[in-house]
């Protein structure tokens, strides 16, 4: 039930779906020109070269950013009127990895690492549309990458302002509510039931600078640490998944809070208003693992899917039930677990299922009935299984993983190639998440990929199974782009 001070936030919630500012980032076919600002036309900027070598763009050309992080594209534009504005970035990614960006209205970065995924080809441009808040007048809109690869080419940027009107847009934020107290962190309870809820989140401060970063529940990331100006106040809209017991479903590490919990945490946390509705039927990712994956209530272990919920937009959301210990066979067994999870999966629901750490003595045939089984039952809900084959051990031979790391059991079954002839046979998209993670060990070396695991000198323990929170993040960005190259249904939500 919610109570009177929930019907209250929900009618606010309500007001602010009205203004219009999803964090959604789509991709949309190239619109209409709203106000087209080509990359080639002072007054933007291009740090790299214009070129016209490659057919479809606009204009006389495009921008060619240099290869490198902080390559960026700025753009100058002029909005009628102060408040949400749709803009539109026309880019080509003829690469085969994303090319992620910060965006940054004004010098703040309102959108960090958008995506722009690869297109196909040099000549084959897309246009991607996000909604922003700009000023009257003259703002800057910069998209900085923050990778080697730099950016896409980048062909123009239309801004629309629609039909904003002062008026509706200058509303205020509705303020911090009562369910939320401190100030750094600053901690927010709602007594709601399980289920996925929308909550925006106004960050910033009309009179002073901020750096806030948003967690949920369990050590669950939403947003990292964000800067705003004094006067900047940002409203992100984000779907958040209450389960109970929170963190790890056999209640591993404790149970956790009943009801939904946020932290705004960061260097000095701003938090100009917060609503909570319940969200009608998100695309719902269900993760099925064990502890590399599961929501870890204990600092400094980290589940990648712990992470991934900062990659997904509101509309989609991370139910997360993996769990410490299990097996193929245990997860598909214990009540807790796979028997909890199956009757909440809905049609089109995505279920990533990762198994083979805790399947050191499993049988191939045992290996594949567990995972055929929840196959099964996963399609006969309307769901759409994943296979995940599991991250490496950091355990070397020389410069190379040993076939433990590799998940070789110890009854010589190779647990990732029996996941991928199970992937061929029912038709099931497998996310190569062993051979991804092993590029990324093996290249970093004995001694560098050290900080993806837990280090004595850092973390006081020493484990080559377990991430830490930065490689927990790792894991989340390959398993994200393992998730695009398959083309999943998630791939339009992802920030
Ligand atoms: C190729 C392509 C360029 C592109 C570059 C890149 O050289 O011709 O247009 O910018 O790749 O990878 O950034
Ligand atoms: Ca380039």
Not at 156 to 169: I, K, Q
Not at 271 to 290: H, I, R
Not at 343 to 369: E, M, W, Y
Request: aromatic share 6%.
């Amino acid at each position: 039930m919610l109570t009177p001070r929930h019907r209250g936030g929900l009618m606010a919630a309500a007001a602010a779906v009205t203004m219009a500012v999803p964090v959604v980032v789509m991709t949309a076919d190239a619109a209409a020109a709203a106000n087209r600002y080509e990359a080639e036309t002072a007054p933007a900027t291009c740090a790299g070269l214009i070129e016209a070598n490659h057919a479809g763009y606009t204009g006389s050309g495009f921008c060619n950013g240099d290869n490198a992080v902080g390559a960026a594209v700025q753009f100058t534009v002029t909005a009628p009127a102060a408040g949400t504005a749709t803009i539109g970035i026309r880019y080509a990614n003829g690469a085969t990895t994303d090319r992620p960006a910060d965006v940054l209205v004004n010098g703040v970065t309102v959108r960090p690492g958008t995506a722009f995924g690869p297109t196909g080809a040099w000549e084959t441009w897309t246009t991607r549309t996000l909604t922003v808040t700009v000023n009257s007048g003259s703002n800057t809109i910069r998209w900085n990458p923050t990778t080697a690869s730099g950016l896409p080419n980048i062909d123009f940027l239309d801004l629309d302002s629609g039909g904003a009107s002062p008026s509706a847009t200058a509303s205020p934020p509705p303020g911090r509510p009562p369910e939320c107290t401190g100030g750094a962190p600053v901690t927010c309870h709602f007594g709601l039931a399980p289920g996925n809820y929308t909550v925006t989140a106004w960050i910033g401060d009309r009179a002073s600078a901020g750096n806030t970063s948003m967690s949920v529940e369990t050590r669950r990331r939403i947003l990292p640490p964000i800067s705003t100006a004094a006067g900047t106040v940002t409203p992100y809209v984000l779907t958040v998944n209450v389960r109970q017991p929170e963190g790890q479903p056999t209640g591993q590490g404790g149970t956790g809070n009943p009801g939904l919990d946020l932290t705004f945490a960061g260097s000095a946390p701003r938090l100009s208003g917060l609503t909570v509705q319940p969200a009608s039927n998100p695309l719902v990712v269900y993760l099925a693992g064990d502890s590399t994956v599961c929501d870890q209530s204990t600092v400094p272990y980290t589940g990648w899917g712990q992470i991934l919920p900062a990659r997904v937009a509101a509309g989609a959301v991370v139910a997360n039930y993996a769990d410490s210990g299990e097996s193929s066979g245990s997860f598909l067994s214990n009540s807790a677990l796979f028997p909890t999870m199956k009757p909440l999966i809905r049609t089109n629901n995505l279920v990533l299922l990762q198994f083979g750490h805790n399947d050191k003595s499993t049988t191939v045939s045992a290996f594949r009935g567990n995972l055929t089984s929840m196959i099964n039952q996963v399609r006969d809900r309307g769901g759409v299984p994943v296979l995940v084959t599991p991250p490496v051990r950091r355990l070397f031979s020389g410069s190379q993983l040993t076939g433990t790391a590799l998940h070789i059991n110890g009854v010589g079954v190779n647990l990732p190639a029996e996941m991928h002839n199970l992937g061929s046979s029912l038709n099931v998209p497998v996310i190569d998440l062993t051979a991804k993670s092993e590029a990324l060990v093996e290249s970093l070396g004995p001694t560098d990929s050290a900080q993806l695991y837990l280090r004595q000198s850092v973390d006081g323990v020493t484990d080559n199974t377990h991430f830490s929170e930065y490689g927990a993040e790792k894991m989340a960005d390959l398993v994200v782009q393992g998730i695009r190259e398959r083309n999943l249904p998630l791939v339009a939500y992802l920030r």
